[in-house]
């Protein structure tokens, strides 16, 4: 059952309590966006451990190891890079929240 399914959520959070949110939104079925600054995006994807093709490790071993703890919470959440600071990206933020029903 999805109670959500036609609500769309936009996320602007980090670290504990707004992944949380956005996870259990997903989870009822909610399309959560989640908008992340260029760069490292969220602070939690550097923090270990890190899970890749070797396996599992307190520190990344290659640039496709994934954090864990950014993994688990974002688990059904798409994730989109904008630039806030530039025109465009402050546009399209903008228009992806006249079509959202939540903004965390």
Not at 43 to 61: A, D, L, M, S, Y
Not at 81 to 91: A, S, V
């Amino acid at each position: 059952m999805q109670p959500l399914k036609d609500i769309r959520v936009l996320a602007v959070t980090g670290f504990l309590a707004g992944p949380f949110a956005s996870m259990n939104f997903a989870r009822l079925g909610a399309e959560v966006i989640k908008v992340e600054l260029p760069g490292k995006g969220d602070p939690v994807r550097g923090n270990g451990p890190f899970i890749g093709t070797e396996g599992k490790h307190p520190q990344q071993q290659t640039p496709e190891d994934i954090s864990t703890r950014f993994v688990k919470p974002n688990h059904g959440v798409n994730c989109l890079t904008l630039n806030l600071k530039h025109p465009r990206g402050r546009h399209m933020f903008l228009d992806l929240a006249v079509i959202s029903y939540v903004m965390l």
